[in-house]
């Protein structure tokens, strides 16, 4: 599965603070039936967005009408609970390109790269100066630049570094996954058997 390109994003942001929000959470398992990755999007967060009938909960923050934008920004311990590489996908589907906290679970950071979806760790403090300003202000914009691994709030003009593995990294850059790296080294590869012989 090749996924888009992926180097500087520009967006205002929802927010989401609450802390250890788990994969039944971001996309409850009686969805999980689906055996591609599209439509996950419409059930993301099912629980917290609509009621027992179905109707959408108006004080949950994806329908809430000021929030919007491809940058999801969460709390600490973002993505525990179950492996499920369908949390990526639902999050991924429903349009939002970043996720932003201040620690992911290391099997949903994984799957979020694998699936095009950058989660961006950063410090608590800058954290909570991320929630503070999307508070004052539902239509900052946050910028996240991949080449130099940096988020910054563009009102204030604070910024932080973040870390990504150089491998997923060059992937996202490129647009390729797994097997689309293999193929742009194909010539290394070749060449490096020809010389075993």
């Known amino acids: 599965m090749s996924i888009d390109k992926?180097?500087?994003?520009?967006?205002?942001?929802v927010p989401l603070p609450i802390e250890n929000v788990d994969t039944d959470q971001i996309i409850p398992a009686r969805f999980l039936k689906a055996t591609t990755r599209d439509g996950f999007g419409q059930n993301l967060f099912r629980d917290w967005r609509y009621d027992k009938q179905d109707q959408p909960k108006s004080d949950f923050v994806l329908n809430q009408e000021k929030y919007s934008g491809t940058i999801l920004v969460a709390g600490k311990n973002f993505g525990s609970g179950s492996s499920r590489e369908h949390a990526a996908w639902a999050i991924f589907d429903y349009g939002f390109k970043?996720?932003?906290?201040?620690?992911?679970?290391?099997?949903?950071?994984?799957?979020?790269?694998?699936?095009?979806?950058?989660?961006?760790?950063?410090?608590?403090?800058?954290?909570?100066?991320?929630?503070?300003?999307?508070?004052?202000?539902?239509?900052?914009?946050?910028?996240?630049?991949?080449?130099?691994?940096?988020?910054?709030?563009?009102?204030?003009?604070?910024?932080?570094?973040?870390?990504?593995?150089?491998?997923?990294?060059?992937?996202?850059?490129?647009?390729?996954?797994?097997?689309?790296?293999?193929?742009?080294?194909?010539?290394?590869?070749?060449?490096?058997?020809?010389?075993?012989?």
Request: hydrophobic letters at 40%; aromatic letters at 10%; a negative charge.
């Open 6 to 13: 992926f180097n500087t994003i520009e967006s205002s942001a």
């Open 98 to 197: 970043v996720v932003v906290s201040s620690f992911f679970a290391d099997i949903f950071k994984n799957n979020a790269l694998n699936n095009g979806l950058l989660p961006v760790q950063i410090s608590e403090a800058f954290l909570d100066k991320i929630f503070e300003a999307i508070e004052l202000d539902a239509n900052t914009k946050i910028k996240v630049d991949l080449q130099n691994q940096e988020i910054k709030l563009m009102a204030s003009g604070e910024k932080e570094s973040f870390d990504i593995n150089p491998y997923k990294k060059e992937c996202m850059l490129n647009g390729y996954d797994d097997i689309d790296y293999l193929m742009s080294i194909r010539e290394k590869i070749e060449n490096f058997e020809q010389n075993l012989v």
